[in-house]
């Protein structure tokens, strides 16, 4: 998708012009001119109550009047002045849905008028290209009907002067995209070495650095944890290094971390069916990583940013990991392996271990962790926990920025005491109470040496029911945190 500014409606061309409409007094400077060209009709057409204007509702008009053949959508903005976020975003996929089904190639929107409360109109223009590309995502290569389904949009013509804010929006979207186009593959395509081609992909696409470590080579750095998940699949496991080098040679980089289970069938503690299909979306935090690199790369900040993913699958099997096993952590803390479905903890670690090698600035992990913290804060805000204060800081203000919500959650010592076990150092599980706190504090045993964060994107990552699909969250938030430290 291309994506440019304009500076008004009068100078722009295009297939379609997207002109916004609030449900009572003026109309905004763009939609007034395009009221005046087509004979008053619009205010008409809101006076007369054909159109109300509702926030989000839209209006096709295929050609205005002979002089001003152009077609117009018109979109409703409600009444008040400023929108929040949540309506503003309402706004945005009603325009994306809109648009999506016609025939243009070339669409203009007259975005000024949306005012969005607290944010400048750099942040406005960022976040419309973000959300307007967003919703023109579709989950094409598996369906006959594909080609008509693909939207016919190639170019965004924006109204504003904000260039970098566009391109920032529209990386984003792309990273984003990429993220979900993952997510939503089934485990049958996205393997662990899926994941890994990927990254031998991104690669040659973008000439970063990327190491591939096999079984083997897992093997012998003591990484027996990590193992342990995908002893019982027939699909090895991966960890997957890429290294964007944008800053200073020999600068300390920022390390994201992603839980990659391609497929999380509980492993010998086996889930139940229901639902069960909703595992493939267990590499959503991996995705993150990806889609985070992919917008990275596009922008080239200046700044070292090393992207790892623990990929694996967790199968039950003869050879699969049975509760009560003890394994040894390449940390050499060894675990009690109660539950193999909480698998993610035991990927994740051994990884953390091995990214004390960087003497990372800061390492962020994005995992899809625990039912519990789906009960806890739903499908708003991802889960966040931090062994440092200056990190959940520059996150939640990142968080703030991309409007990719996060929620602190905490790690008070008391917690940590659930996760003792009377045969290893630590067991994998903490009790019934608190479980994505407890899971939180397991990884927290392995990042003693850096500014940590842990983000539980299991409410966030993707929606359920007739809408299901990958989110793309939180790339909006990790692209945004890592600009932030390029600055
Ligand atoms: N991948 C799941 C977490 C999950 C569950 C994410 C539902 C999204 C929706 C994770 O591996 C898991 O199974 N966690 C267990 C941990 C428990 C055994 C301590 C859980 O949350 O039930
Ligand atoms: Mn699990
Ligand atoms: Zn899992």
Redesign the pocket.
Same mark, same amino acid.
């Given at each position: 998708m291309n994506t440019a500014l304009f500076d008004r409606v009068s100078n722009v061309q295009a297939d379609l012009l997207v002109v916004f409409v609030p449900s009572e007094g003026v109309l905004p400077e763009s939609t007034a001119w395009v009221d005046g060209n087509a004979d008053g009709q619009l205010l008409q057409l809101r006076e007369s109550g054909v159109f109300k204007a509702g926030l989000g509702q839209t209006l096709l008009l295929p050609s205005v009047t002979q002089d001003f053949s152009q077609p117009v959508l018109l979109v409703g903005l409600g009444k008040g002045e400023a929108l929040s976020d949540m309506q503003a975003r309402k706004v945005v996929a009603a325009v994306a849905g809109a648009v999506k089904g016609l025939p243009f190639a070339e669409v203009a929107l007259a975005s000024s008028a949306l005012q969005v409360k607290n944010r400048t109109a750099s942040e406005v223009t960022a976040l419309v290209a973000q959300w307007l590309n967003e919703g023109f995502y579709n989950f094409l290569g598996f369906k006959q009907d594909d080609a008509e389904k693909a939207t016919k949009v190639t170019t965004l013509l924006l109204e504003g002067s904000e260039e970098s804010a566009l391109k920032i929006g529209a990386a984003t979207a792309s990273g984003s995209a990429f993220a979900r186009q993952l997510g939503n593959l089934p485990g049958n395509v996205c393997t662990p070495s899926y994941l890994a081609s990927k990254a031998q992909h991104f690669e040659e696409e973008y000439g970063i650095e990327v190491e591939l470590l096999d079984e083997t080579k897992m093997d012998e750095l003591g990484m027996h944890c990590l193992l342990s998940v995908g002893r019982g699949s027939d699909q090895p496991s991966y960890l997957i290094v890429m290294h964007y080098r944008g800053g200073e040679e020999g600068d300390a980089p920022h390390v994201l971390l992603g839980k990659g @289970?391609t497929f999380?069938t %509980?492993g010998i503690?086996l889930?139940p069916g229901a639902k069960m299909d909703?595992?493939k979306?267990?590499m959503c935090g991996a995705a993150s990583v990806f889609g985070t690199m992919k917008t990275i790369c596009e922008l080239k900040p200046k700044l070292n940013f090393t992207a790892v993913v623990a990929a694996a699958e967790n199968m039950p099997s003869g050879r699969a990991t049975k509760p009560g096993d003890i394994v040894k952590t390449m940390s050499g803390k060894t675990v009690e392996v109660l539950?193999t479905?909480?698998? %993610?903890r035991l990927v994740l670690c051994d990884a953390l271990t091995y990214i004390e090698r960087f003497q990372p600035k800061s390492v962020v992990d994005i995992a #899809?962790? #625990?039912?519990?913290c789906?009960v806890a804060l739903g499908s708003v805000n991802s889960g966040m926990y931090a062994n440092n204060d200056d990190l959940a800081a520059d996150l939640k203000a990142a968080s703030q920025t991309s409007g990719d919500k996060i929620w602190q959650m905490p790690l008070d010592e008391e917690y940590q005491q659930q996760l003792d076990s009377n045969f290893a150092d630590i067991g994998n @599980?903490g009790g019934p109470e608190a %479980?994505s706190v407890t899971?939180a504090c397991f990884l927290s045993r392995f990042t003693q040496s850096y500014p940590w964060a842990h983000l539980d994107i299991?409410g966030t990552a993707w929606t359920g029911g007739a809408a299901k699909g990958a989110s793309g969250r939180p790339v909006a938030l990790l692209t945004r945190y890592l600009l932030d430290k390029a600055n």
């Open positions: @289970i999380d %509980g503690s889930k909703e595992m979306y267990d539950n479905d909480a698998e %993610g #899809t962790l #625990t039912g519990a789906v @599980i %479980g899971a299991a």
